[in-house]
């Protein structure tokens, strides 16, 4: 009833040379957003990060929120964005043709360098050794095959009269903004930890990477026992009384900052306890984790830490990078498409937790299909 995504009607003008380089683009969007605001004004911004995307060579555009009588479309995983790689790839689809040139070359020869993403996107990118998103298609390509499965498909397409097949490749470029996240870490007199962030869990892994980071960051105490705190960590819902400043959860970082914040709040309980665990030590040899928060207890330290991570504000933006190639059969008769093979490339950087991430990735796949079928139906 109240989610989805949001309606848009979009015109375009594009100009390009005879090479397929295209050098100016204009925009003019559309956004039905329902009866109530709810998230819509921030569609704009959102969508200009993915629209930049390409090299446009001159940008400009006109985006306009409209009050309708329609039901409004609430925050959905990338709101906006998902729409504006659709437009993206749609001008770059509507070019190629008009060259008789292949979708693919039109796309490598558009892709940003760092000089142009530099001015598209200044303030976010990083420097030119982050800049991944050419290495990441290099390595799409081997290891996809993408060229040979090129061959095979024309190959196929010539072979069979009612079923075609065919395949792509899409860059995906995500910015991203951090902010300041608010953490608390306790330690009960049994060993048992206890922790609170200001993000919300909504099935993207936020609970069990901070559960992580905190058995990791608190197992620098070093004592016996201290490598199996992973099952006493438990993660607890906060509200705005228990932890203040905790804001929204969203912008693919609400994890990676509130993992931030428990880390210093465990720094903090680390130092306080090392001091008793080395006495302790040098009176009995060896000391269980158990042991030493009872003692702890026993001896008033303060087990119970908060903090907020604040970046500075250079360093507040970043851009991540990504490439997917899908290969498609469709039956020309029913109209019925089955996806054949996808391949995706994310450069996450460091990742706090790989089986998670990749979930992330694999959910996000089947929930973009949906959006694309449910528009053409």
Not at 269 to 295: A, N
Request: aromatic share 8%.
């Amino acid at each position: 009833m109240a989610g989805g995504r949001h309606p848009m009607k979009i015109s375009y003008n594009v100009g390009f040379k005879s090479n397929g380089k295209i050098t100016a683009l204009h925009l003019d969007i559309l956004i039905n957003a329902g009866i109530s605001a709810d998230i819509s004004p921030t569609m704009p911004l959102n969508m200009l990060g993915a629209l930049k995307k390409y090299d446009w060579g001159a940008l400009s555009f006109d985006i306009k929120v409209c009050k309708t009588n329609h039901s409004s479309k609430s925050a959905m995983r990338a709101p906006g964005e998902v729409q504006a790689s659709f437009i993206a790839e749609a001008v770059i689809e509507h070019v190629a043709p008009n060259l008789s040139m292949e979708v693919d070359f039109v796309r490598n020869i558009n892709l940003h360098t760092f000089n142009s993403l530099y001015l598209f996107y200044e303030g976010s990118t990083g420097e030119p050794l982050e800049y991944t998103s050419p290495s990441i298609w290099d390595k799409l390509v081997r290891s996809s095959s993408f060229y040979q499965r090129t061959e095979m498909i024309k190959q196929f397409n010539r072979c069979n009269k009612w079923r075609k097949r065919g395949i792509s490749w899409v860059p995906i470029l995500h910015e991203v903004s951090l902010r300041p996240t608010p953490g608390k870490v306790s330690i009960l007199s049994d060993g048992s930890v206890v922790v609170g962030v200001g993000g919300i869990g909504l099935g993207q892994g936020l609970w069990t990477k901070v559960k992580q980071m905190a058995a990791f960051a608190l197992s620098a105490i070093q004592c016996d026992g201290a490598g199996d705190l992973l099952e006493k960590v438990q993660v607890i819902q906060s509200d705005t009384l228990s932890l203040i400043q905790g804001g929204f959860t969203s912008g693919s970082t609400t994890s990676e900052s509130s993992c931030e914040a428990v880390r210093l709040c465990c720094s903090i309980l680390v130092e306080r306890l090392t001091p008793l665990k080395e006495r302790l030590q040098e009176q009995m040899g060896s000391i269980q984790w158990d042991m030493l928060i009872l003692q702890a207890c026993m001896q008033a330290v303060n087990l119970s830490a908060s903090s907020c991570y604040v970046l500075e504000m250079s360093s507040m933006k970043n851009l991540n990078y990504g490439a997917a190639v899908s290969e498609v059969e469709v039956n020309i008769l029913t109209g019925e498409t089955t996806i054949l093979q996808a391949d995706i490339i994310y450069d996450c950087g460091q990742s706090l937790n790989p089986a998670v991430d990749l979930g992330l990735i694999e959910e996000l796949l089947f929930k973009e299909l949906g959006f694309l079928c449910s528009k053409n139906t």
